[in-house]
T-cell receptor, first 114, second 113 residues
Framework: GAVVSQHPSRVICKSGTSVKIECRSL??????MFWYRQFPKQSLMLMAT?????????EQGVEKDKFLINHASLTLSTLTVTSAHPEDSSFYIC??????????FGPGTRLTVL | DAKTTQPPSMDCAEGRAANLPCNHS???????VYWYRQIHSQGPQYIIH???NNETNEMASLIITEDRKSSTLILPHATLRDTAVYYC??????????????FGQGTELSVKP
């Protein structure tokens, strides 16, 4: 199956700083990628849809100015958590859609904000 | 909101078949049934998907009822490594539409020795 990577896998930062998470499709091109987050013992929650070359579409209740998404190429989307606070601590997961319209997920990034 | 209903948990003996049910009574004609699983602290793994015909791959089989209102994921010989949360999701598919996946609570499958 198709491979999606995320970097970093784990990050710890101080409150008020910004953190950038990268999502790459390694062996296919993806015009569409998605960003999710998952709190402990909960299911995945869709945050936004990232389309190459255009603005991201955010789900209701997700602040677009806090979670900046850039899909600059067909293999890379980035999520920047700006002015992170402890309540932003979560597991962030991306997915990428291949040419068969199947979504493949990255391994996730564990963000801890102190 | 998720458009599927799954039992919250199931047990299965190692080596036996695991049959995971999913109800999707409001499924539309152009919606596919997708199955993913998530092992603890990892990203979800794609398993299989189908529209109306039964499907089989190296991981599992997907049986969809004729009225498409329910389906069953079958892991033919469950191993301890199949212990995970299994998600059944319906979404519009076909072509390069990149439709959203909306996750419900899934079924926590425990495979026991």
């Amino acid at each position: 199956g198709a491979v999606v990577s995320q970097h970093p896998s784990r990050v710890i930062c101080k409150s008020g700083t910004s953190v950038k998470i990268e999502c790459r499709s390694l062996d296919f091109q993806a015009t569409t990628m998605f960003w999710y987050r998952q709190f402990p013992k909960q299911s995945l929650m869709l945050m936004a849809t990232s389309n190459e070359g255009s603005k991201a579409t955010y789900e209701q209740g997700v602040e677009k100015d806090k979670f900046l998404i850039n899909h600059a190429s067909l293999t890379l989307s980035t999520l920047t958590v700006t002015s992170a606070h402890p309540e932003d601590s979560s597991f962030y997961i991306c997915s990428a859609v291949d040419r068969t319209d199947t979504q493949y997920f990255g391994p996730g990034t564990r963000l801890t904000v102190l | 909101d998720a458009k599927t209903t799954q039992p919250p948990s199931m047990d299965c003996a190692e080596g036996r078949a695991a049959n995971l049910p999913c109800n999707h009574s409001t499924i539309s004609g152009n919606e596919y049934v997708y199955w993913y699983r998530q092992i603890h602290s990892q990203g979800p793994q794609y398993i299989i998907h189908g529209l109306k015909n039964n499907e089989t791959n190296e991981m599992a089989s997907l049986i969809i009822t004729e009225d498409r209102k329910s389906s069953t994921l079958i892991l033919p010989h469950a191993t301890l490594r199949d212990t995970a949360v299994y998600y059944c999701i319906v979404r519009v598919g076909g072509g390069n539409q990149g439709g959203k996946l909306i996750f419900g609570q899934g079924t926590e499958l425990s495979v026991k020795p």
